[in-house]
């Protein structure tokens, strides 16, 4: 079983930055392929990010490419994504997924691939 808790966000003004924090329980961490998701209230779960093992490997959605960056600590069980230039559009509920998968060809972007899931953190942006 693995155990997902993030931290970071809050209320930023639109143009901002945040970065939030993923802490993972377990030993097998730095085996799992990691995701951020977002979430508005009544939409479905969209993608946003995700990161091989090793960190060499990302992916992007196209809204966030150039503008969020996923990154891993594996000596910390801890995987981050920093987000820049944060407009009205992007408040949501984030949270961080765990996959048993392997990064295969074009990495892990659907939802259902991940195995372990956090509760999410908040993430506001004023205008």
């Known amino acids: 079983q693995v155990q997902l808790v993030e931290s970071g966000g809050g209320l930023v003004q639109a143009g901002g930055s945040l970065r939030l924090s993923c802490a993972a329980s377990?030993?097998?961490?730095?085996?799992?392929?990691m995701g951020w998701f977002r979430q508005a209230p009544g939409k479905e779960r969209e993608f946003v990010a995700a990161?091989?093992?090793?960190?060499?490997?990302?992916l992007y959605a196209d809204s966030v490419k150039g503008r969020f960056t996923i990154s891993r600590d594996n000596a910390k069980n801890t995987v981050y994504l920093q987000m820049n230039s944060l407009n009205p559009a992007d408040p949501l509920v984030y949270s961080c997924a765990a996959s048993l998968n392997s990064w295969g060809r074009y990495g892990r972007p659907s939802k259902t691939d991940y195995d372990y899931w956090g509760r999410g953190t908040q993430v506001t942006v004023s205008s």
């Open positions: 377990g030993r097998t961490f730095s085996t799992y392929v």
């Open positions: 990161i091989n093992w090793s960190g060499g490997r990302t």
